[in-house]
């Protein structure tokens, strides 16, 4: 015999073929019809039924074509013609059949088709009793079906069965399938008997409202909160919201319709989900029931059937049942009496929602239903012979049986959570758990929205979505002040179907329930607080305990709140209830407030971890949380709980644990474990990688946050006060205006300024008498034209990685003997000198390419030149230089230039590339000192772009993918987040000041349309962080032996004492965490961030470390590049930039193509350097990227935030202080004889992290 439920929905009660009854079976109707007007509206779509005994479904078996012809009518919802076909033959016009029989060619395909949506085999449904104490879905609505049917027959004399049944299927008919307009070929909407949105739909609204208030008077729910887990493979289509992995908080309350106060009553059992550890705000709510289908498929049935049953008297609850034939069968199927538990009901959503894939290319309709995961027998079904007696267990008159006491439900879900062999207080116990399903359908016709509708599970099958586990009871005040809403979606995923044509509209359900619930929550605040009745009843409060809270509001612009505040402590017995901080002065949460707050509630154990939840207000009202101290009286114990960030509107509650770092596995609860997924999938949902599309000119540097293309766009944890005034400073810059730097910039950029040796004294005296740090300053505008100063600065400045010691000479230095004889002395050779190791070289190879661009574009717009902003600005130009460096010999041996080949492409006629030597060094202004002139420019220009700007950017990503795969307990985290700080916000105002094509920094470097971008990409690419190591570096570079032979080499010295120095506290913090190599492969969260930098952050270098040694590696170099190594070349921009000459930031003229044996002329040399404007505009750039003189005020080492509490790690960073301090005790002797100190890693002027 075929399924009844047909090919792919329920079996309308119309194309039950009726027969002839014998009046013993049946029972006379004796309502008249007005009678039942006043019940429920006969313009209700649901398929009517007429009274048909089991027999008369032998009826459909009349071969293959019967079958088929029946299930088209099944899917439609109008009679096949072999069934009923002379019963609607003169109702249907000529077009009504064309558009049926073009819709069955359709159906007929898609029932092909459709089981391929989930690209797997379609489970077998199992036969009755498969599962033992199982019947399967099939099979039991099958037999529902039949005993409403029965009942029916048994109620009314079978003309008016007849007449109701044909009534409602055409009606269905119609409604199902709108017309399509030959012309355009759009579907035309029904015309609505009663339009949504007016005054009837608005008295439905209405009427419901009250109906649920009235039903839900007595409300007594038990509810838990847990948490939910995507599954990691699901079966339905990519979308943005259920993610493989993701978790959320859960709220789970369980309750009854219509409520009672009384377990034992008949009822509806209800389930309501809540996404979310919040009273109202969450991503998603789901309201089901027992029932696998709704009793009404429209608003105005929905409100006459709640009518009815809010009565309370048998009779007219019976008609609402017998007028509504669809109501029997949902009924029947859908109340409970006395079942064993909540906990083995499966529930089921009584509307139909829309589904959009993340493509947004397909739509699809969509049901959920939630059953046990351990597959519990369902209990508390109505028997056979308790059905035709629904109506009375439904009124208020039924006395239930007092076997079972009146709130045994409750007690017994409670204390089945309660259970230790439930509670998953270990990691991978079961605890209480429940499968979230969904059921699926990529057709979108009016009938699907039909919540009575059944589809067929063979081809709609349900789907694993989610675990959801129940970890402790929901207190009683928590299920007082929670609510839920239908209409509370995650967007685009998940929508109410609509549009809404009338109140007999398929979508006019879930439209009404969500606008009777809005209207409801909007008229009754959230209540925070039970009373006492309630929160007796739920066993709530029976032993009381104190807790001290001690909050620490930062001192941060804006930080105090106006907004109330409420914490929810989580222990190893359960959690207490959100408790009001009761505020005693005006000042406890304001900025940089201290204040003590005392909360009583139940003791909970051992504390997990601590919720803090700032309400919303009209007006926002944002509040920087430090850090709190609990502290627990009835075990002694007090904890440190650091936070460090905002609570918005947006993110209104955080999950703060008790200082001390765990890994992932180390972890003694499942609960604990999901807090940490559920915090960084709320991160991962605030901070999105950015979208990389052609147009976009950052495209190929690292990631970034999407949208943040302006500083209001960063989250405020992600930026400090200063970072509003450096991003007002850039627009200033961007617009001209420099007063900032007025006094300073006087000095360089005056209309009188000349290139003498007179000037420079002047100006170097003038300098050392106003400003007492700028020894170094000076330093340099008195002897930069000198080759020792020349040298100092490639080893000893803000150029470091550069110089690196010969073996052989390259092939491309065209460099003879007879070239450089009287620099090396002695009829000493290069050959010899190299063996010696006392020649070394510094080349800007990847200068190359952009130096001949910039030639080519020069000569291209010959006689035209570029404007920027209005602005005519010449061409600039730069080089790819290498110069050869000897270590002279003597007592007090220097390094020094002795041959400076400039690029290969400026060579004269085509021949050998020019080299110049101390032999060029003729007249004031010799061909020595500009072709230095042109080392420094392109030095210039590859520090800026290289080491400064590269590293900056690379940081970002490292600090996004940390706050997005890494919870704040993480060891990594605690470690590295007091690193990374500001890095996304000052990035941001590089990207929209200073990185631009007519941002600041093309302004005033010689690579301007994109090839500054291309160079730093460039340089990004070549490093490898996993692989960074500044030992290794200054190895490559074959610089870490002859200290006689190169002496003062204090950048090398300082920076290997820093490196080794942060490498060994990294190792000894890590190895608190780490105990084997073994447990840095398994800390899945990290394997998570380094695939997510690699992924996103586009550091594709990245490899996964494998062992203790290169997790300790890497962590070190992200600490050195954002400590150490960034002061190395910002703290000296100013001293080495200031004075043009030193180190211009373009050359105006090409590099030159023949010798000038006089040398140049004054007016010469101002011709090929930048003018004043120019030079000045530099200077005021070099400020902003200047870290200033003064020590930092956060130095290396600091760690002034609480994040660490153990005391082996407070030994560790008092460890790694005592080696800094002893660092800057050696550094500053040192430099106490020196006449240019070497002070730029002195580690009090080394900030903790990127600073401007």
């Known amino acids: 015999m075929p399924d009844v439920v047909g090919d792919k929905g329920a079996l309308p009660y119309a194309f039950l073929k009726s027969s002839q009854h014998s009046t013993s079976n049946t029972s006379a109707f004796n309502a008249s019809e007005a009678e039942y007007s006043t019940i429920g509206s006969d313009t209700d779509r649901s398929p009517g039924f007429a009274g048909k005994s ?52 359709v159906e007929q395909k898609a029932t092909k088709t459709e089981a391929l949506l989930y690209e797997t085999k379609m489970p077998e449904i199992p036969s009755s009793g498969a599962i033992q104490g199982v019947v399967s879905p099939i099979q039991h609505h099958t037999d529902i079906r039949q005993n409403a049917v029965d009942i029916i027959s048994r109620e009314l004399n ?42 009837e739909a608005a008295a439905v609204v209405q009427s419901l409202r009250v109906n649920h208030d009235h039903l839900t008077r007595n409300r007594k729910p038990v509810g838990a909160v847990g948490f939910a887990v995507v599954n990691d493979e699901l079966r339905i289509p990519t979308n943005d919201f259920f993610v493989p992995g993701r978790k959320f908080d859960v709220r789970l309350e369980h309750s009854s319709f219509p409520a009672s106060r009384d377990d034992r009553r008949v009822n509806f059992k209800t389930m309501s989900i809540k996404l979310s550890d919040q009273d109202v705000d969450s991503p998603l709510d789901l309201v089901l029931r027992t029932g696998q289908i709704s009793p009404y498929c429209a608003a105005d049935g929905m409100d006459a059937y709640q009518t009815a049953l809010r009565t309370g008297k048998a009779k007219i609850i019976k008609d609402a049942l017998l007028s509504k034939p669809v109501c029997m069968e949902a009924t029947l199927d859908g109340v409970r009496y006395q079942p064993e538990s909540y906990y083995d009901q499966h529930y089921y959503s009584p509307v139909v929602y829309n589904f959009r894939s993340a493509d947004g290319a397909r739509k699809y309709l969509a049901r959920f239903r939630v059953i046990p995961k351990d597959e519990v027998p369902e209990t508390g079904r109505l028997q056979p012979d308790q059905m035709d007696n629904v109506a009375d267990f439904l009124s208020h008159d039924f006395v239930p049986s007092t076997e079972k006491t009146n709130n045994y439900l409750r007690e017994e879900y409670r204390q089945r959570l309660e259970q230790p062999s439930t509670r998953p207080s270990v990691v991978n116990s079961q605890g209480l758990r429940y499968d979230l399903q969904i059921q699926m359908s990529p057709s979108s016709d009016d009938k699907w929205y039909n919540p009575c509708l059944l589809w067929n599970e063979p081809y709609h099958p349900w789907l694993s979505l989610a675990t959801l586990t129940a970890v402790d009871p929901l207190p009683g005040p928590s299920l007082q002040s929670t609510q839920f809403s239908v209409g509370r979606l995650p967007a685009p995923t998940l ?109 909970v154990g051992e504390l997990r971890y601590m919720k803090v939840l700032k309400e919303k207000q009209a007006t926002p009202s944002d ?25 918005t509107d947006r993110i209104c509650t955080l999950t703060v644990r008790d200082g001390p770092g765990v890994l992932y596995l180390a972890e003694s609860s499942e609960d604990v474990q999901a807090q940490r997924s559920i915090e960084t999938s709320t991160r991962s949902e605030q901070l999105q990688w950015r979208i990389i599309h052609g147009e976009n000119p950052f495209s190929m540097l690292p990631g970034y946050l999407r949208g943040a293309d302006h500083l209001s766009a960063v989250p405020s944890d992600l930026q400090s006060d200063s970072m509003t ?31 003498s040796v007179e000037f420079e004294k002047t100006l170097a005296d003038t300098i050392a008498d106003k400003y007492e740090n700028s020894k170094v300053m000076v330093h340099i505008i008195r002897h930069w034209r000198e080759d020792a100063e020349f040298g100092r600065q490639l080893i000893n400045g803000i150029s470091p990685l550069r110089i690196r ?22 009829d000493r050779t290069l050959e010899e000198e190299i063996r010696g190791g006392r020649i070394f070289m510094i080349s800007f190879p990847e200068l190359l390419e952009p130096s001949i661009i910039c030639l080519a574009e020069a000569d291209s717009n010959r006689g035209s030149s570029r404007k920027q902003k209005g602005k005519q600005l010449p061409p600039r130009f730069v080089c790819a230089p290498k110069v050869l460096l000897y270590s002279t010999r003597g007592d007090k041996p220097v390094i020094v230039p002795i041959a400076i080949q400039l690029s290969e492409a400026q060579t004269p ?28 420019a392109a030095a210039t220009n590859a520090l800026l772009l290289g080491p400064n700007l590269s590293f900056h950017l690379m940081m970002e990503p490292v600090s996004i993918a940390l706050l997005r795969n890494l919870p704040a307990v993480h060891p990594v985290h605690k470690l590295l987040v007091q690193h990374l700080k500001d890095i996304v916000a000052i990035n941001t105002v590089y990207r929209q000041h200073v990185l631009p094509n007519d941002g600041a920094l093309p302004e005033v470097l010689a690579l301007t349309k994109g090839l500054h971008l291309q160079y730093i990409a460039k340089v990004i690419n070549s490093v490898d962080l996993g692989q960074f190591d500044a030992e290794m570096i200054f190895r490559k570079l074959n610089l870490l032996t002859g200290d006689d032979i190169l002496p003062g080499f204090w950048l090398r010295d300082d920076s290997l004492r820093h490196w080794a120095a942060i490498k060994e506290f990294v190792q000894e913090f890590l190895s608190v965490y780490y105990k084997s190599d073994s447990a840095v492969v398994s800390d899945k969260e990290f394997a998570g961030f380094i695939a997510d930098l690699r992924e996103n952050g586009c550091l594709t270098s990245l490899t996964l470390p494998q062992s203790m040694e290169q997790l300790v590696q890497f962590v070190t170099a992200i600490v050195y590049i954002c400590t150490s190594h960034h002061a190395l070349v910002s703290r000296g921009l100013l001293d080495t930039f200031a004075y043009c000459p030193n180190s211009p930031s373009c050359m105006m003229k090409p590099p030159p193509t023949s010798r000038h044996p006089t040398g140049y002329t004054e007016q010469q040399m101002k011709e090929m350097l930048p003018n004043p404007d120019h030079v000045e505009r530099f200077i005021a750039f070099v400020m902003l990227l200047f870290g200033g003189y003064k020590p930092a005020e956060v130095a290396l080492g600091s760690y002034q935030e609480r994040y660490f509490t153990e005391e082996s790690c407070l030994v560790a960073i008092e460890k790694f202080r005592g080696r800094l301090r002893q660092i800057s005790e050696d550094i500053r002797l040192r430099n106490a004889n020196v006449e240019c100190p070497f002070e730029y890693l002195l580690p009090e002027n080394v900030h903790q992290y990127f600073t401007v």
């Open 495 to 603: 929508g109410l179907p609509g549009p809404v044509s009338s109140v007999q509209d398929f979508n006019s359900v879930a439209e009404a329930l969500a606008q009777a619930t809005a209207a409801k929550q909007k008229a009754e605040p959230v209540p925070r607080k039970a009373n006492d009745a309630a929160a007796a009843e739920s066993g709530y409060g029976a032993k009381q305990a104190e807790y001290y809270l001690y909050c620490i509001t930062g001192d941060r612009l804006n930080a105090g709140t106006m907004s109330n505040v409420f914490v929810c402590i989580v222990g190893t017995k359960g959690r207490t209830a959100f408790q009001k901080l009761q505020p005693r002065y005006k000042t406890d949460f304001e900025r940089s407030g201290k204040a003590t707050f005392i909360v009583v509630d139940k003791p």
């Open 725 to 755: 005034a450096l991003e007002l400073q850039w627009r200033e810059h961007r617009a001209g205006k420099f007063s900032l730097f007025k006094t300073i910039l006087k000095f360089f950029t005056s209309r009188k300024a000349t290139i």
């Open 623 to 647: 509040w920087y949380l430090e850090y709190i101290v609990l502290s627990t009286p009835y075990n002694n114990k007090s904890y440190t709980l650091p936070c460090y960030r905002w609570l």
């Open 158 to 199: 079978p003309e008016e069965s007849e007449r109701r049944t044909r009534q409602e299927a055409d009606l269905f008919q119609k409604l199902s399938l709108p017309k399509v307009d030959a012309v355009s070929g759009r579907r035309l909407p029904t015309a609505p008997i009663m339009p949504w949105g007016g005054p």
């Open 54 to 105: 089991s027999d008369d479904r032998h009826s459909l078996e009349v071969g293959n074509d019967d079958v088929e012809v029946a299930q088209d009518a099944i899917t439609y919802g109008f009679s096949p013609k072999k069934l009923t076909d002379e019963a609607i033959e003169d109702e249907k016009t000529e077009s009504d059949r064309q558009e049926i029989n073009k819709g069955i060619k």
């Open 909 to 936: 006629n085509g021949g050998e590339p020019i080299v110049y030597t101390k032999h060029d060094d003729r007249g004031t202004y010799s061909d020595w000192m500009v072709a230095k002139m042109w080392v420094r």
């Open 805 to 826: 010691r010969l073996e052989t000479m390259p092939s491309d230095l065209k460099v003879t003997n007879d070239m450089v004889k009287d620099s090396l002395g002695q």
